[in-house]
């Protein structure tokens, strides 16, 4: 079978590029397997903190492979969306963190691909969509879901129901994506992220990451008591009195955990 990422280690993280520029990266199922396949890799690499996601030339993804769904059945549609959305799932919940960096077309099941990531970093040139109903078809990779939750209700209908493309300034207007860059500086921003990233306690970052995504999907009271429990579970390895102590000490901390 011939790949569709490129999986590159550097420097404690690593890169994955969605390669199939002839079709925009268009996500077939093939390239979806392969995601999964390769995000489970990752999680076990403790050599890999981070993980960057991107695609090659002018594309991020353009979307589920369209050629792919022409003539999908009900069945086989529902198939493929609960494949999509447990990968993405699986993506969204890797125990630590997972950037997007938008090089161009985010599109569809694209767009929702970087909903999934923990932090989404685009170029100027980048163009964001959840296109489908002009395909007589719904977004089927959680995009109602996820995009709601990051742009509310009322953004997400205006774009899941007219189908419009926006820029990459008005993605960043709404809260679509966290930061946008020159396309030249699109990766460099992104690997001084993660190195930012990896210069903290990976235990504490991966605790942040489980509050935050949890707790969000909770009530507040339970909320707060799931923060404590994460809070607490820095306690318990070497990298709290680590952090502390070289506070006091007055140097850099050397954290392990
Ligand atoms: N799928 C397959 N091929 C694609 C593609 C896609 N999503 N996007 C682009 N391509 C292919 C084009 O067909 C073309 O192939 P050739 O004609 O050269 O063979 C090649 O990539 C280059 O594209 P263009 O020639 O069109 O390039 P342009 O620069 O002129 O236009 C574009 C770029 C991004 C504006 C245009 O390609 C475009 O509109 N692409 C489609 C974008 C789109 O509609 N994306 C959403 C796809 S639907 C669900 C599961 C999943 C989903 C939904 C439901 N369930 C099962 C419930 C998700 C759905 C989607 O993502």
């Known amino acids: 079978m011939d790949s569709n990422l490129i999986v590159e280690k550097r420097n404690g993280h690593a890169v994955v590029t969605v390669n199939r520029p002839k079709v925009l990266n268009a996500l077939n199922r093939s390239t979806v397997l392969e995601l999964d396949a390769t995000f489970a890799a990752l999680k076990d690499d403790r050599e890999v903190g981070a993980v960057i996601l991107t695609g090659a030339e002018k594309a991020f993804v353009a979307g589920a492979d369209i050629s792919e769904m022409v003539d999908m059945s009900a069945l086989e549609a529902r198939n493929w969306s609960r494949l999509g959305q447990e990968v993405f799932s699986r993506i969204e919940n890797f125990p630590r963190p997972v950037i997007a960096a938008i090089n161009g077309f985010a599109l569809g099941g694209g767009c929702e691909l970087a909903l999934a990531c923990d932090i989404r970093i685009a170029s100027a040139k980048a163009k964001f969509g959840q296109p ?90 339970d909320g707060y008591a799931f923060e404590a429990e994460t809070f607490a579970t820095c306690f318990s390895g070497p990298d709290q009195k680590e952090g502390m102590s070289a506070f006091v000490e007055k140097r850099k901390p050397a954290f392990r955990t």
């Open 132 to 221: 489908e109903v002009g395909l007589g078809i719904i977004p089927g990779f959680a995009g109602t879901q996820r995009l709601t939750r990051l742009i509310g209700k009322s953004m997400s209908k205006l774009l899941v129901f007219s189908g419009d493309t926006i820029d990459a300034e008005e993605a960043l207007r709404i809260g679509l994506i966290d930061k946008v860059v020159a396309p030249e500086e699109l990766l460099a921003t992104a690997e001084a992220i993660v190195g930012r990233i990896l210069a903290k306690s990976p235990l504490a970052v991966a605790q942040a990451k489980l509050a935050i995504m949890r707790g969000s999907e909770m009530g507040s009271e």
